[in-house]
Structure formats: structure tokens, C-alpha cells
């Protein structure tokens, strides 16, 4: 019988992160959490799948990501409905609910990995991309909002990244998005005969959303528009006050944009978003602001929050062009070997120095010494060591030093080989490659 196998290949708009972008994306991530660490927020790891329940009342029904963009199926053994998540906040109030995380204290969380949207692929934009989302669950003040924005600050800073610019509004309270609501929503009614379809689909269900279009047409009409901010009572001010002086005090620069409203349903008061120019249309790296009401919202007792996410590919791509991607070793020694008894000696050897914390490669297989020295320039080590018949013999290992860069007298032994005991390698190896 033969069967016909049809090439497999990656989903569209899903990225594989190969070896050499892993090293970076390992570095990335380091920096990323000793910085969160830095501002006391800890990690949590919520499912990848959840409720569909969950993101259709949590994010909005009327929302792009709600309406089209979710990866939504009906699990065959229990006829649930279950979507991978588009996004992380919406798990993460969940699961702070649902263990009590913050029935006697605030929690700084934070949660990294992958999120799902059906997006029409392009640069910056992808089905499967990664997000860094950070959430401070439980305090209300204008303090923690402005933190916030000040810690981001410190990461571009610390990315050596100085091309972003940050816009921020406030959304008020419901009661004042409720009455300005109906006033735009008599605005336009004024201007329906300019509408197009989505504006006119959304009109009565998210009048805001209509004003967020990119249709040069209805962009004037949308600029006449009743304005949130002329809504806004003493209290929605005085917080937006507040965060607004805060930033002052750290120097932070800021562009107050009426328009912008976000794409999830759940925000209120202060909303932000990080832009850059650097990345063509997809130039947000970074989205958030309050969410005093999805705790309640979601079956919790009610409680503040506050919170965004880093877009991890695009601010990768940024860095990259700060940054210069630098290529990041296989190993630190790499281990070469000819004959059978040479080969079992060599795993031996290695077990040794991986104690003393050394990164190794055994060649593996056979093969001349020609190739597999070529396999050892090829790796980037710093190290080459031969074991032949003669090195077996004496008891002594030959030790080529490939790399001056990783040395710290690597300019005398950059080239050089020498002869040393087995039962010294590890020390002096640990010595030369601290
Ligand atoms: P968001 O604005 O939908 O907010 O997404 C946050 C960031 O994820 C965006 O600023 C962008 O950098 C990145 N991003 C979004 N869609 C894509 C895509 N298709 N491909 C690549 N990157 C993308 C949220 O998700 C909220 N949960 C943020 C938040 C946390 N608010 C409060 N806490």
C-alpha cells in the first residue's frame, strides 16, 4: 500500500523562532524580567485555551477581536465552546477570581507568551505573536497608572530604544461614556448618509469605535465629533490630573490624544499606547490603561485594575534595528575526537567540566579531524579539545584556543595549543573561561 504524503508547513501568519533569533529572544526576556522584578510584579501562567464565555464578556462583543479575530471551536467531547486567547487580561482577572488572589491584597502579575488573533498577516501583525502583559490588580490611584508609564519608560531606556513617543486620554466613568454616548451617538445620526458600513453596523452598538476609522472621508465628521473629554466629571479629571503630574515629575513627555480608545471594551479613566515610526503601519508596541469594572464584570467582587502589553515581535524588531544582533555561541568547548575509546573518554570529559559550569559539545558521530574542526569553528567556541590515540596514551588532552574574544589573556592564546592532564582540565578550562 503507499501513501501520499502532503508537505506540512507553518499556519500563515505563525511564526517559527529559529535557533539563532531564540538567543535573542532568551536575552529579551531576561532583561524583561529582571526589570518587571525590579517594580515587584511576579509571573503567573494562565491556559492557552479558555472559555469563550470569558473573552466574549470580557473584551466586548463588539469588539474586532471579539467579532472576527478569535480561534473559536466546539470541543467534540463536550460540546463547549473554547477559544485560544487573544489576549492575556481577561485569564488573568479570571484566575485571580478564581483563587482568591486578591481578596486581601493587591497583586502585581504578570504574564508572557502567545496570544491568537485572525489577522490579516503583514509586518508587526500576526495570527500567533507574543505578548508581555503586566497587571496591577486592586489599586485605584492615579499613583500606580503613572507608575506604570514610568516603568516603561525605563525599559525602552534600558533597550536603548528612543524612538517611541507615548499618547494618552482618559475614558472617564460609564455614566460619563454612557452620556456622551447618546450625544454622539445624535451626532451621527446627523451624519448618517456619510457612514459607511461598519460606521453604520457600529453606530448604535460602539458609536466610539466609528470615530476610530481609517476612511479619509469620514475622518473630517469624526473630527467635529462630541469629544469624551468635554463629558468628563471632577473625578475622571482629577485622576487624569493626577497621572498627568506624575509624569510631569518624571519627565516624561506625552501627547494627549482624544481619539484614542483601544480596541477592548473593558477600559475606563486612563487609557496609553507607546508608538513608534520605526515599524511601519503596525507602530504600537504597547497598549493598556484601567479596568476598573472587568473584575466585577467577570463574577469577582469588584476591585480596581490597571495594566498593558508589549507586542514582543515588534519591539523585538525594533531593538534589532538599535541593537545590532550579535551571533550568540553554541557552546563554550567544543570537543573533537578520533577512534571509539577516544569518543567514550570525550563524554566523560565533558560530564567533568559541565560541573564546573563550562557549556560543551561533544562531536557527535565520527568523522576527520578536518571536519570536525570545522564543525568547532562553526559553533563558535572559544575552545577546541582533541582526543586522540597519543592523547589517551599520555593521559593529557590538546587544548587549541580558537577565540581571543572569550579569554582573558585571549590575545597570548588566541591560535595557541597546549597539552593539558585530564584531571586538570576542568580547573583550568573554568579558569581561562570565567
Ligand atoms: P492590545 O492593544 O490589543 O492590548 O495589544 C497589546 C499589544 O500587542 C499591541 O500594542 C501590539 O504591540 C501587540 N499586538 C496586537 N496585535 C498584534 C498582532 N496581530 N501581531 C503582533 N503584535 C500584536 C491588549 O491585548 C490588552 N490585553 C493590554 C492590557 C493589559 N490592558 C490591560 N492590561
Known amino acids: 500500500m503507499s501513501t501520499t504524503f502532503q508537505k506540512v508547513a507553518a499556519i500563515r501568519g505563525m511564526n517559527d523562532i529559529l535557533p539563532g533569533e531564540g538567543a535573542r529572544w532568551e536575552r529579551f526576556e531576561a ?12 509571573n503567573m501562567r494562565t491556559p492557552v485555551l479558555e472559555q469563550t464565555r470569558l473573552f466574549t464578556r470580557g473584551i466586548g462583543e463588539v469588539t474586532d477581536i471579539v467579532e472576527k479575530e478569535m480561534y473559536t471551536f466546539t470541543d467534540s467531547l463536550n460540546g463547549e465552546s473554547l477559544t485560544l486567547r487573544p489576549e ?36 508587526g501583525r500576526y495570527r500567533q505573536f507574543h505578548q508581555i502583559s503586566v497587571e496591577a490588580l486592586g489599586m485605584s ?8 508609564i514610568v516603568m516603561l519608560a525605563r525599559l525602552w531606556k534600558l ?23 447618546a450625544a454622539l451617538i445624535e451626532y451621527l445620526e446627523r451624519h448618517r448618509d456619510i457612514l459607511d458600513e461598519d460606521g453604520l453596523r457600529r453606530m448604535y452598538s460602539n458609536p466610539l469605535r466609528v470615530l476610530d476609522t481609517k476612511n479619509p472621508v469620514l475622518q473630517e465628521m469624526a473630527n467635529g465629533a462630541p469629544r469624551l473629554f468635554d463629558f468628563l466629571g471632577a473625578e475622571s479629571r482629577a485622576h487624569f490630573e493626577g497621572v498627568c503630574q506624575r509624569l510631569d515629575d518624571a519627565g516624561i513627555g506625552y501627547t494627549l490624544n482624544p481619539r484614542l480608545v483601544r480596541g477592548l471594551d473593558y477600559y475606563n479613566l486612563t487609557v496609553f499606547e507607546w508608538v513608534t515610526d520605526r515599524l511601519g503601519a503596525q507602530g504600537t508596541v504597547c497598549g493598556g ?11 469577582g467582587k469588584p476591585a480596581p485594575a490597571v495594566g498593558f502589553a508589549i507586542g514582543m515581535e515588534r519591539l523585538l524588531d525594533l531593538w534589532s534595528q538599535v541593537v545590532p544582533v ?14 571509539e575509546a577516544a569518543q567514550r573518554k570525550a563524554a566523560g570529559i565533558a560530564e567533568s567540566l559541565r560541573d564546573a559550569g563550562l557549556a560543551v559539545i561533544v562531536h557527535a558521530g565520527t568523522g576527520s579531524f578536518k571536519s570536525q574542526f570545522k564543525r568547532a569553528d562553526g559553533s563558535g567556541a572559544s575552545v577546541a579539545i582533541v582526543l586522540g590515540d597519543d592523547e589517551l596514551a599520555q593521559g593529557t588532552a590538546s587544548v587549541k584556543y580558537l577565540r581571543a574574544d572569550a579569554l582573558p589573556d585571549g590575545e597570548a592564546l588566541a591560535g595557541q595549543q597546549t597539552r593539558i592532564p585530564f584531571d586538570m582540565l576542568a580547573q583550568a578550562l573554568a579558569e581561562h573561561l570565567a
Not at 494618552?168 to 455614566?175: F, I, K, P, T
Not at 490603561?289 to 463574577?299: A, E, M, P, S
Open 289 to 299: 490603561g484601567r479596568y476598573d469594572g472587568l473584575i466585577g464584570l467577570l463574577g
Open 159 to 181: 533597550l536603548g530604544l528612543n524612538d517611541i513617543r507615548l499618547e494618552l486620554n482618559s475614558l472617564g466613568a460609564s455614566e460619563e461614556r454612557a452620556a456622551h454616548r
Open 141 to 148: 490611584g492615579p499613583d500606580i497608572d503613572a507608575e506604570m
Open 31 to 42: 532583561l524583561v524580567r529582571d526589570w518587571l522584578q525590579q517594580y515587584g510584579y511576579r
Open 88 to 123: 492575556f487580561t481577561a485569564g488573568a482577572v479570571r484566575a485571580a477570581i478564581e483563587h482568591n488572589l486578591i481578596y486581601d491584597r493587591p497583586q502585581r502579575v504578570y504574564t508572557m507568551g502567545q496570544v491568537f488573533r485572525h489577522e490579516r498577516p503583514q509586518r
Open 326 to 339: 550579535e551571533v550568540v555561541p553554541e557552546c563554550q568547548i567544543y570537543i573533537v575526537h578520533q577512534g
